[in-house]
């Protein structure tokens, strides 16, 4: 977990019971800092400060802006991928969860974190369950072209057109029911579609096991986005001051 190898080993005493710095094995003279409870004098300390990209807030602003650039790729991948190949399960999530943390640390210029976590995590599930909106829209294409969605390749939920009615799913309703109320202006209809598509992956569970599957596979792939934005494990105390008595160091 740790990416600071110089400070990833037991801790070292010198011969003459005084302590050294953790990475430069220089003895502890005067202030000193612990780097993830490691010692380290002032000189590595800072340097190791000076390496480390700073988490400010232009820094997290250019990771999001690069996050949403990934989701919204993660969302044209998983809708063409699902499109095309009309695979029900979508495998693709876990693809999106990385191109958006990867995205987000590239933008972010390394930087991770809580907040970082959050919002690809978010954006994972954002860009997976609105792929149902092109998806949706994609299947009642080629439901109004029979001769189409005959020679299409017979899908469990593709076969509706064999006379056993209820199989199509929730979210297709829900996508279905909206041209017809062509009064309503646009931004209900956009808000109602967004809303349903968010809602997919769980409206879905009416599906049966594939919409269990399908669920457990989001989060997996939530589950990549979180831990590759994950902030570097870096906890650094001090300064204390090194040059009291020896036998002064507390010894717990
Ligand atoms: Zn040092």
Redesign the pocket.
Known sequence: MSSTPQFGTAEYKSATGSDR?K????ELTSTYFRINGML??E??TSQLQAQTPKDTHATYVRGILFGVGGAISGLILYSAFSIITEVQIGFVALAVGWLIATAIKKGSNGVGGRRYQIAAVALTYAAVSLSAIPIGISYLMKEKKPAVASSANASPSGSSATGVGASSSPNDSAIAGQPAKQKKNLGSIAGALLIAGLASPFLELQGGFSGVIGLVIIFVGMRIAWKMTAGPRLEILGPFQANGPPAAAPSA
């Open positions: 710095c990475s430069c094995q220089q380290a004098c000189k590595c």
